[in-house]
């Protein structure tokens, strides 16, 4: 069974921190997201990448950064938190790109104050 | 890019009615059609997805229909127990694309 692990359950951070949130995958998957979700506006796309050390900006990249180093790891960053980044994250992974399932991690819910 | 729309937001059976939750999309170049379930404090899963060269598939108590010529597909849940009470996501996407695109989600609630 692919597993999905972010590394932290929720998270609360201060304005202008610096933020990374974490996701490892262990079925050797080409392809990883990052989502947000925040209620009323379903599952957004962040950023994606396609394999290890590439990465192409989603639907909402903007305050955002990523790093894969690791075919298995993939990184979100938030170079410098603010209040309307608090949401709900979720990582997947996949086999390709589109038409196979997404297998997602709990998700790490994000507090800016 | 693809827009996906989805209705209705919230949604409350009784235990054994049936459910159906409505999604629009606006690529008409859209081939693949997933849904997924969110239960509480857990990411959302795939339960159900069809490909536009059939017009509807079946799993036991789960179905989706698909109507490609008015753009929209619609996911069926009868004979509703308690545990189908989860968030429901229907999403939209190409092969060219680069991922998938997210409705915003149906709370479904099943009253025992």
């Known amino acids: 069974d692919v597993k999905v692990t972010q590394s932290s359950r929720y998270l609360v951070k201060r304005t202008g921190e610096k933020v990374f949130l974490e996701c490892v995958q262990d079925?050797?998957?080409?392809?990883m997201f990052w989502y947000r979700q925040d209620p009323g506006l379903g599952l957004r796309l962040i950023y994606f990448?396609?394999?290890?050390?590439?990465?192409e900006k989603g639907d909402i990249p903007e305050g955002y950064s990523v790093s894969r180093e690791k075919k298995e790891r993939f990184s979100l960053i938030l170079e410098s938190a603010s209040t309307n980044q608090t949401s709900m994250y979720l990582c997947?992974?996949?086999?390709?790109?589109?038409?196979?399932?997404?297998?997602f991690g709990n998700g790490t819910r994000l507090t800016v104050t | 890019g693809e827009n996906v729309e989805q209705h209705p937001s919230t949604l409350s059976v009784q235990e054994g009615d049936s459910a159906v939750i409505k999604c629009t999309y606006s690529?008409?170049?859209?081939?693949?059609f997933p849904w997924y379930k969110q239960e509480l404090g857990k990411g959302p899963q795939l339960i159900i997805d069809?490909?536009?060269?059939?017009g509807e598939k079946k799993d036991q108590r789960i179905a989706v229909t698909l109507n490609k010529t008015a753009k929209h597909f619609s996911l069926h849940i009868t004979e509703t127990q308690p545990e189908d009470s989860a968030v429901y996501f229907c999403?939209?996407?190409?092969?060219?694309?680069?991922?998938?695109?997210f409705g915003s989600g149906t709370r479904l609630q099943v009253q025992p």
């Open positions: 069809i490909r536009s060269n059939v």
């Open positions: 997947a992974s996949s086999l390709v790109r589109v038409n196979s399932p997404l297998h």
């Open positions: 079925m050797d998957h080409e392809n």
């Open positions: 690529d008409s170049a859209s081939n693949y």
């Open positions: 990448s396609y394999d290890v050390k590439m990465k």
């Open positions: 999403a939209a996407a190409d092969t060219g694309r680069r991922a998938l695109t």
